[in-house]
Structures are given as C-alpha cells and as structure tokens.
C-alpha cells in the first residue's frame, strides 16, 4: 500500500488550500481515509476521516467547519479542502486508510505564516 500525498505549500493566515493523496495497493473504495498531521516537534494527531459512503468523520474539533475531506473513488484519489487557515495548522500533512496501515506516506507540508 501506497501513499502519495501533494498540494502543501507556504500560505497567509485565512488562506486556503487542497491537499490530495493519491492511495495505491489496495481496493480504494472499500476503506474509510483519513487525514492526519504532525505539527513541528510534535506527535501525529488524527483530524478528519471519510466513510465509504462519503460521510465525514470528525477527530479534530479545531479544524471542525474549516477543513472538508472528499474522495474520488474512480482516481483512488482523497482530498482535503481547508480554509481559514491557522498558523497552528502549520505541520506536515498524511492520509491513511481506516484501520491505519503501518506504512505511511512521505506527506506534504503545509506552512501557514504571515
């Protein structure tokens, strides 16, 4: 199983921007997908999750309403839409499926910063 994550960049505060995670080595539509960050010198901390169905699973009540997760079953594609983006969202950017496989992607940074 293959994660590739993308879309991270250096952003102002109450910017937005569309991560998106490309999954490969298994069968893309049958997994709930999550995405998850580790802020800098911190742990990895779980934030948003999306059923097969398409439902939103929310971990993370500080990206509550900010951040949208969306997924593309025909590209094996999972997204995350954030807004109003917060200098403590600052932190290096995963997906994964649910159960977590072992292996995780590289992830894409996100910086947010005046």
């Known amino acids: 199983v293959q994660f590739v994550e993308s879309g991270g960049a250096v952003v102002q505060p109450g910017g937005s921007l569309r991560l998106s995670c490309v999954v490969s080595g298994l069968t893309f539509s049958e997994y709930v997908l999550s995405w998850s960050r580790q802020p800098p010198g911190k742990e990895r901390e779980l934030l948003i999750g999306i059923t097969t169905g398409g439902d939103t699973i929310n971990y993370k009540t500080s990206v509550k309403g900010r951040f949208a997760i969306s997924r593309d079953n025909a590209k094996s594609t999972v997204y995350l839409q954030m807004n109003n983006l917060k200098p403590e969202d600052t932190g290096l950017y995963f997906c994964?499926?649910?159960?977590?496989?072992?292996?995780w992607g590289p992830g894409t940074q996100v910086t947010v910063s005046s």
């Open positions: 994964n499926r649910v159960p977590r496989f072992p292996a």
